[in-house]
């Protein structure tokens, strides 16, 4: 069975692909978790991160000690885990909004140093494995 999937969320300005995208889902980021078994999509996706991480920047808690200082919202793998499994995630939008922090959160504390450029490469990775796992062109 296909996907039924919609790109009107516009949720970053780096990812206008997916408001591109026409499909006949009028609110494919209100789609929940238990629609189409999406939540095995999401652990997939996960799963691909924590194995493209090697050196495991992005699983723990960044608990740093300036990364307070820049850092409003901190998100890491471990906690997305722990709340997929936990069933906190009630849409996909909310799944990818938080993946996306990590990236951003990367970006805004490591700026364009060797962790930064690590976190880029694997935002770009994350992006295109959603795409293939959510059919988007």
């Not at 471990?78 to 997929?84: A, C, M, V």
Request: aromatic residues 14%.
């Amino acid at each position: 069975m296909g996907v039924a999937v919609c790109g009107s969320f516009g949720l970053h300005s780096s990812l206008l692909y997916l408001s591109a995208v026409t499909v006949s889902c009028p609110n494919w980021s209100k789609l929940t978790l238990r629609h189409l078994n999406l939540s095995k999509k999401c652990q997939y996706l996960l799963i691909k991160l924590y194995s493209e991480d090697k050196k495991r920047i992005f699983g723990p808690n960044p608990n740093y000690t300036d990364y307070s200082e820049y850092i409003e919202k901190p998100m890491w793998l471990d906690k997305i885990k722990d709340k997929l499994t936990s069933g906190l995630y009630d849409t996909v939008e909310q799944f990818f909004k938080d993946i996306h922090l990590i990236f951003s959160n990367c970006a805004k504390f490591n700026k364009d140093n060797k962790f930064g450029k690590i976190g880029h490469a694997l935002r770009s990775a994350f992006d295109a494995d959603f795409k293939h796992a959510f059919g988007l062109q």
